[in-house]
Nanobody
Framework: QVQLVESGGGLVQAGGSLRLSCVVSGRAISSSPLGWFRQAPGKEREFVAFSWSTGTALYADSVQGRFTISRDNAKNTVYLQMNSLKPEDTAVYYC??????WGQGTQVTISS
């Protein structure tokens, strides 16, 4: 059974940085599309970033240039480095394996 566990969320001031981690178990990630989504209170879950095994990455316009998705296949882990954080980045962040399996989410709160 595939399981994803996120960590690294927290409370930071605007302009700060956080790095989220997502450990995947039950499947080697080397050939898996992996991504991050987020859901703010009262809003629908939205796409943040996606990474393919080819090295291609895709970002939402709202995070382009500030967020970086990366993976460590040896650790079966995908990361989301978030810089220049804004209050509107406040949300629960979820990692996903090919949008079939999802983690439980980690809360990110940015204070102004």
């Amino acid at each position: 059974q595939v399981q994803l566990v996120e960590s690294g969320g927290g409370l930071v001031q605007a302009g700060g940085s956080l790095r989220l981690s997502c450990v995947v178990s039950g499947r080697a990630i080397s050939s898996s599309p992996l991504g991050w989504f987020r859901q703010a209170p009262g809003k629908e879950r939205e796409f943040v970033a996606f990474s393919w095994s080819t090295g291609t990455a895709l970002y939402a316009d709202s995070v382009q240039g500030r967020f970086t998705i990366s993976r460590d296949n040896a650790k079966n882990t995908v990361y989301l480095q978030m810089n220049s954080l804004k209050p509107e980045d406040t949300a629960v962040y979820y990692c996903t394996e090919d949008r079939r399996y999802w983690g439980q989410g980690t809360q990110v709160t940015i204070s102004s």
